[in-house]
């Protein structure tokens, strides 16, 4: 899906690189708060990529800046070689994009296998994953299909909030900060999670305050201060840049 002033050979060649998401000089608002100022990020196709800052720095917004859930956007936000920056947020899905946000957002009245069962497909070749591999990834949602979204605990809310996303087809994932407040083993649950979900191609770009379950997951950082990126590095790098993210995250 292309728009008309987008030559196909663009697109193709994107593709072609493995860029799953690239965004230049993104700036975004609430209002008239002035919340994103020239984002630049790119992710490839199969990474895993955390976006590291303290609260208010923008991570949040960046992902919501991706859907078309912010308010007014300048700058470019290219998903899969497509320019997204103009779409509506229905179709920005059906680019393949699943969101799982802060709030989890499930559907409380309904049970563990009615919210499985209630997503569509955002892809037309790829029907995402079938309610038994969700409950093989997450046996806690096995044994609690029957139970209503307000029996859930925390973490077993949060797995169900991010197995919809994995019912749509969707390729290109983005997680808000998906261990906030969560006990240990569900924190555990969702790390081997990701682990598999890399190992099947997907692509995650995570925003996370829990450094610890973030840092042996990514294959690259990038350290958001003021709406902008101000520090990016691979995994490998992580090491020596301890001494930097201590000064700008205090970790």
């Known amino acids: 899906m292309t728009t008309a002033a987008e030559p196909k050979s663009i ?9 799953a998401l690239e965004i230049r000089n993104l700036q975004a608002w609430y209002g ?13 196709q199969g990474e895993v990529v955390t976006l590291l800052g303290r609260n208010g720095s ?5 992902l919501r800046a991706i859907m078309g859930l912010t308010g007014a956007r300048k700058g470019s936000i290219r998903i899969g070689g497509v320019e997204s920056i103009n779409l509506p947020t229905y179709k920005i899905a059906h680019l393949g994009v699943g969101y799982c946000p802060e709030e ?3 559907f409380s009245s309904l049970t563990t296998e009615e919210n499985l069962l209630l997503p569509p497909s955002v892809s037309k070749t790829d029907k995402g994953m079938s309610v038994k ?4 990834m997450f046996p806690n949602l096995a044994e609690r299909k029957a139970s209503q979204g307000t029996r859930l605990s925390g973490g077993e809310q949060q797995m169900l ?7 749509t087809g969707a390729k290109l994932l983005l997680l808000d900060e998906i261990s906030e407040g969560l006990a240990p083993v569900i924190v555990q649950a969702l790390s081997r ?12 770009v995570m925003v996370e305050q ?4 973030a840092a042996p997951l990514a294959d690259r950082f990038y350290v958001v201060e003021h709406g902008q990126v101000v520090e990016t590095f691979a995994a490998s790098e992580l090491d020596s840049k301890m001494p930097v993210l201590s000064e700008l995250l205090g970790v």
């Open 193 to 204: 999670m990701i682990v598999t979900l890399k190992a099947k191609g997907y692509t995650i």
């Open 210 to 213: 829990n450094f610890r379950f």
């Open 104 to 106: 989890r957002a499930i």
């Open 133 to 136: 591999e969700i409950y093989d």
């Open 161 to 167: 909030a991010v197995a919809r996303i994995l019912r």
């Open 32 to 44: 008239e708060s002035y919340i994103l100022q020239d984002m630049n990020i790119t992710v490839n």
């Open 58 to 62: 923008g991570r949040t917004t960046t």
């Open 11 to 19: 697109v193709e060649k994107e593709r072609k690189m493995g860029i």
